[in-house]
């Protein structure tokens, strides 16, 4: 499929003007996308042997706990929307946004002298969601058994796999914090107490042997079902026991202090992944699903309707007019998420009209020829808008706000290990774009990750896209036993009760997770989604724009310039904002780049390459066409099918 089906070839749009960097794949098979090879590789591996979108999603998955552990692991999280061949219209969310812990109360916290969740360490931790999540997909719509899917991560981390040079680059970042505070995570990382050379084959027995006793767990099952059953009940069972032991000693964390977890074997017991029906709104005769107020996916919906008023001139992000109307629509919608969303189950989030024709409007009308620098949150008729906790400003002037740990622009703080030891946490881990020196501390501010992906179609119809996250190894140090640790959601909500992302135990914080399923006259025709925190769906936007309206193929929009916002509070600890921040990619131009800066955007400049890690993958229900495409910055994203 050389573009998504429907789009519009007649637009206004800048047109690419070099070839892609890869071939739009095309095939009638299956398709996989994803942020590793390896994973995409293993994933490609299940269609070929008669699995479906689900078996080969679920065996990509684990496959990225283990090759990229420093952007996702099992101690983590993941959101996905999918849709089955046997129901095409009905797209739905898997749910594995684990919640706040019981004890997790912002009372304890600020009794530990906290005025933010930490970045780093257990008192960030979310109960994990992501295995049981993954496990819930296989059992239900999947039709292997868990042993063979599980083959492949097993696999990887007994036997071992090259270390990518961007791990190795984490892990030098935080080897002294390591040394001198987790030691758990030192003898995990640091062999002979040193950071492994890019390329090493490394190996993590202590999670094969996990793997290996989960499914073993169901093998006296009646039936494919409840022998999965048994696994998640087992995975609970030895997870839980092992992490509630562990964070009961106190350990460093992002502030600089030791802290004790409050995550108990009773919180991993208690969670249970789910399906929700997705949020969905219609664009130039599309429908775009994404997951509900508990996710910022509804910002991008946001967007799309205050975009959709506008002439398809102004929404081209290579030109002026067109990346300064863009970015000052995200603006919009990331105040409202940041004042009105919240989980839904314990919060009345307003999201019908904040999605609504009336609003959209109402907030179209606010983009003004020049930069904002406010924080423009709307108003709800009948609700009182809340009011955002004190934010802490920061102009970025060489690195995008939430980038590498102590890196020029970060916001990083001191005193997490030793004074040199940057704080692991700030941000989603980010790791530079390499440079001729792998040991230079010297990077360009290119944010390379924070997070993984993974998209699938089969030969049936079946669909899904995943962005598995957290757990990664700077997150808090390894769980003896369980070869991972846990992840740091919770810095999403603050210690404020007026907050709808306000800390509150059972109550799932606001993640930035957000994959995205695209339908036409009800059939799925792409899945996609990116890493990246708070840009994941910036990213997302920019090519659904470049796609459905522009004409360009899934790879030249992944390939053409990308830019975001960083015009308000990001997730991630510590909480900072640039106002009117907008980081670019140079290969935007010097003119255009020079025109927003005259139209008050505070830019800074990424580099050539280094902004979205997209994949996709596409289908054309009339011909039954496949597609695939994947991001060639950081050379690690690969597409696979036939």
């Known amino acids: 499929m050389t573009s998504a089906p429907s789009a519009r070839h007649t637009s206004p749009f800048v047109r690419p003007t070099t070839p892609a960097t890869r071939p739009d794949l095309r095939g009638t098979f299956g398709m996989v996308g994803s942020t590793h090879w390896i994973a995409t590789a293993s994933a490609q591996a299940v269609l070929e042997r008669g699995g479906n979108a689900f ?18 692991g099992p101690g983590g999280d993941m959101t996905g929307v999918f849709v089955t061949a046997d129901e095409p219209a009905h797209p739905r969310v898997l749910v594995g946004q684990g919640p706040a812990p019981a004890g997790a109360t912002i009372e304890h916290y600020r009794s530990e002298g906290l005025d933010l969740v930490p970045g780093s360490g257990a008192l960030a931790a979310a109960v994990p969601g992501s295995v ?64 492994p050379a890019p390329g090493t084959v490394v190996t993590n027995p202590e999670y094969a042997d996990l793997l290996d006793a989960v499914a073993a767990a169901g093998a006296q099952a009646p039936d494919r079902a409840a022998a999965i059953d048994l696994a998640r009940a087992a995975w609970r069972e030895r997870v839980g026991a092992a992490v509630e032991e562990f964070v009961a000693t106190p350990h460093r964390h992002s502030d600089g202090g030791d802290h004790a977890g409050v995550i108990t074997a009773a919180d991993v017991a208690a969670f249970s992944a789910s399906y929700e029906d997705a949020t969905t709104v219609t664009f130039r005769g ?17 967007t799309l309707k205050i975009l959709e008023g506008l002439d398809d001139a102004a929404l081209d992000p290579s030109t002026e007019l067109g990346a300064h109307t863009v970015i000052e629509a995200q603006k919009l919608a990331l105040a409202d998420r940041d004042v009105w969303y919240g989980d839904p189950a314990a919060d009345d989030v307003p999201l019908t009209y904040l999605l609504s024709e009336e609003y959209a409007a109402a907030r179209r009308a606010l983009i003004t020829d020049s930069a904002s620098h406010e924080l423009r949150a709307g108003d709800v008729p009948g609700r009182t808008t809340p009011a955002l906790p004190v934010l802490r400003t920061e102009y970025a002037t060489s690195a995008p706000a939430g980038s590498l740990p102590g890196a020029p622009g ?11 030891v940057p704080a ?54 390894t769980v003896p036993g369980l070869g991972f640790c846990l992840g740091t959601r919770l810095q999403m909500t603050w210690l404020d009760e007026a907050s709808p992302s306000a800390l509150t135990p059972g109550r799932r914080p606001r993640t930035t997770l957000t994959p995205t399923l695209v339908l036409r006259d009800g059939e799925p025709v792409i899945a996609l989604g990116s890493p990246g925190g708070d840009q994941q769906d910036q990213w997302q936007l920019l090519f659904l724009l470049r796609v459905l309206v ?13 830019l975001h916002t960083t015009s308000f509070p990001g997730s991630f600890w510590p909480r900072t904002w640039t106002p009117g921040g907008a980081v670019v990619e140079d290969r ?50 690969y597409a696979a099918g036939r």
């Not at 999603?57 to 420093?70: I, K, M, R, T």
């Not at 522009?550 to 990308?562: K, L, N, R, S």
């Not at 050539?608 to 690690?636: E, I």
Request: net charge negative; proline share 8%.
């Open 550 to 562: 522009g004409g360009y193929t899934p790879q030249q929009a992944i390939d053409a310039p990308a």
């Open 55 to 72: 078996d080969a999603a679920v065996a990509g998955a684990f496959v990225l706990h283990v090759v990229e552990p420093h952007l996702n």
């Open 286 to 302: 599309y429908t775009i699903a994404k997951t509900g107020a508990w996710g910022q996916g509804p910002a991008l919906l946001a």
């Open 588 to 637: 935007l131009g010097d003119d255009v780049i020079a025109a927003l800066e005259a139209r008050g955007h505070v830019v800074t400049r990424a580099g050539d390459w280094a902004l979205g890690r997209l994949s996709a993958v596409t289908r054309d229900p009339a011909t039954g066409l496949l597609g695939a495409a994947a991001n060639p910055r950081g050379a690690q994203g």
């Open 410 to 420: 970060s916001g990083a703080a001191a005193g997490v290990g030793e004074p040199t």
């Open 132 to 195: 049981d999540a993954w496990l819930l997909l296989l059992r239900d719509h999947g039709t292997w058994d868990l042993g063979d899917v599980l083959a492949y991560a097993i696999g990887y981390a007994r036997d071992g796999h090259p270390l990518l040079e961007r791990v190795a680059g984490t892990l030098r970042t935080v080897a002294g914090l390591f040394r001198d505070h987790w030691p758990t995570s030192a003898a995990r990382w640091l062999p002979d107490g040193e950071v």
């Open 424 to 477: 692991p946490g700030v941000g989603e881990p980010t790791v530079p774009a390499p440079t001729t020196e792998p040991d230079s501390p010297e990077h360009t501010g290119a944010t390379r990750g924070d997070t993984c992906h993974i998209d699938v179609v089969d030969r049936w119809g079946n669909m899904v896209s995943a962005t598995p996250s957290g757990g990664w190894l700077q997150s808090s140090p």
